[in-house]
């Protein structure tokens, strides 16, 4: 079984953070957050590369930094733009669904 290792890594001019899935040195797969202003976060882009998916990774990644803010942000609001296959997690952990939001595009 292959060894998953998650590491966090915190930009020292931004207000992202990053935490990084590696596999055998290779990096599988990340997920991020944005500090805001009023104390709000936004959980950004998770991505698990496609020969990895289905192994966990992308919960290993969501708890990780689940467990993170929960320890460091006490009472921020924590906030997302999700797919629906997301989703259900999502209010697994207690979050609110609030309204749909439907991508669209258009070569100009």
């Not at 020292?12 to 009023?38: F, K, P």
């Not at 496609?50 to 467990?67: F, N, S, V």
Request: glycine share 4%.
């Amino acid at each position: 079984m292959e060894e998953i290792k998650v590491i966090h890594l915190k930009s020292n001019s931004q207000r992202l953070e990053t935490w990084i899935a590696m596999c055998n040195g290779d990096i599988v797969g990340h997920i991020y957050m944005e500090r805001e202003d009023d104390k709000k976060i936004k959980f950004l882009d998770a991505w698990v590369h496609e020969e990895h998916r289905r192994k966990g990774i992308y919960r290993m990644l969501w708890d990780a930094r689940w467990e993170y803010v929960q320890t460091k942000y006490k009472d921020w609001l924590a906030y997302a733009w999700c797919k629906p296959s997301s989703l259900p997690l999502l209010i697994e952990k207690g979050f609110a669904p609030g309204e749909t939001c439907t991508y669209v595009e258009k070569i100009v």
